[in-house]
């Protein structure tokens, strides 16, 4: 007989409870077990984020390939590395007008020819060069007789032959007249009229041509002729050639406005032109006052010495400003300065148990083959100069 007392379990029953009581204290340390190991996954995470890059240490054999330096404080020029275009010197060169309309009878120069100032480049069949030669004629005469009268009139009036009034009026036409006769002769030269065929006029000789020259303001080379024979050309607006002084040109560099505290006017400038060995030396003469709105960028005007004729106008150079003012820094070899994967720059240096590690550098201005060192280094530190790019390629393995 089956017993029934509370408190009681019948031995079938105990017996099948067992192997469901082992199981879910299985299942329990399972889970106690999946529990403990995530919460252990996040010191994991944060563990393999602060692994940094590891130092490099070389070999004795790898280490013959590798060169050091000492980071010292030292006296620096800055430098600004841009380009430039070559362009005339303004103050040297000059556009030649028409000065008198007609026709283009002859031209006498070519492009890269050297002229004398006063020279003649073209010569014009112009009626305005014989109205001028006639006004001066005429005004000459004028003048002459009217001198000779005030003269005369100031002789009877001393011996009252005429009035003093009469003889005032004479001298004030004088006067007159050669004021007249002094702008005939000055609107012969704004036209050009060479010394020579003033004199002939002014002693009555016939004038050889009566036509009209085109002379050089100024002397230099022939950079441009506008005019062809034929060309009717306007007084005043017409434009004939362009002279130039090419033995001095202009560079005309471009600086951003980071890199303008380190350019001032008298400093020096290395021109290179790619075509020759040495590069040419100038001088900055001028610092823009206004940002170029399309590049963001400011002209600096360099003049350079150009007697050898290697500058050509619209010619682009390569352009080194160095200030003349020195400057302290650290300094490093430029070939220290290394970039990483963000494209950050850093050096190697010299640990103590004799690897090499990286440290991010704020490089400033070059001066040569140096760059200063704004923040990173510490003088004394040793860099790696010369075999960078093996040690990054073995701390990359």
């Known amino acids: 007989m089956k017993s029934n007392l509370p408190g009681t379990t019948p031995a079938s029953v105990r017996a099948n409870r067992w192997p469901r009581v082992l199981a879910l204290g299985v299942l329990a340390a399972s889970g106690a077990a999946f529990i403990a190991g995530c919460s252990h996954a996040p010191d994991e995470a944060a563990a393999a984020a602060s692994v940094t890059a590891h130092n490099v240490t070389l070999t004795p054999a790898q280490r013959r390939h590798i060169h050091l330096q000492a980071v010292a404080a030292g006296v620096f020029h800055a430098s600004v590395h841009t380009t430039g275009r070559v362009d005339f010197d303004n103050e040297r060169a000059t556009g030649v007008l028409a000065p008198f309309s007609g026709p283009v009878t002859r031209l006498l120069v070519a492009p890269g020819d050297t002229v004398a100032r006063g020279q003649v480049l073209a010569t014009v069949d112009s009626s305005d060069f014989a109205a001028a030669v006639g006004a001066y004629r005429k005004a000459l005469v004028a003048a002459r007789n009217a001198r000779r009268i005030a003269d005369m009139d100031a002789d009877l009036a001393r011996h009252d032959g005429v009035s003093a009034r009469e003889a005032a009026q004479a001298s004030t036409d004088a006067a007159s007249a050669e004021a007249d006769r002094d702008a005939a002769l000055q609107a012969l030269r704004a036209l050009g009229v060479d010394s020579d065929t003033i004199r002939a006029i002014q002693h009555g000789r ?192």
Not at 229 to 240: I, V, Y
Not at 371 to 381: F, M, S, T, Y
Request: hydrophobic share 45%; charged share 20%; with cysteine.
């Open 206 to 397: 016939p004038v050889a041509h009566a036509g009209g020259a085109i002379r050089a303001p100024i002397a230099g080379t022939v950079v441009e002729r506008l005019i062809a024979p034929g060309q009717l050309l306007q007084a005043g607006s017409t434009a004939c050639f362009t002279l130039a002084d090419l033995s001095r040109m202009w560079v005309m560099a471009q600086v951003t406005p980071a890199e303008l505290a380190a350019v001032h006017v008298g400093d020096r400038a290395e021109i290179s032109t790619g075509a020759n060995a040495e590069p040419l030396t100038g001088t900055v003469t001028n610092i823009g006052g206004v940002v170029n709105a399309d590049t963001g960028l400011i002209d600096v005007r360099v003049a350079v010495d150009n007697r050898d004729g290697l500058l050509k106008k619209q010619m682009y150079v390569d352009v080194t400003l160095r200030a003349r003012q020195a400057s302290h820094a650290l300094l490093v070899p430029a070939s220290a300065v290394l970039r990483d994967d963000e494209n950050l720059p850093f050096v190697y240096v010299a640990q103590t148990d004799g690897g090499f590690a990286r440290q991010h550098v704020t490089p400033g201005d070059r001066s040569g083959g140096d760059v200063a060192i704004r923040d990173g280094l510490k003088a004394g530190q040793r860099v790696v100069v010369d075999g960078g790019i093996f040690v990054q390629f073995l701390q990359n393995q």
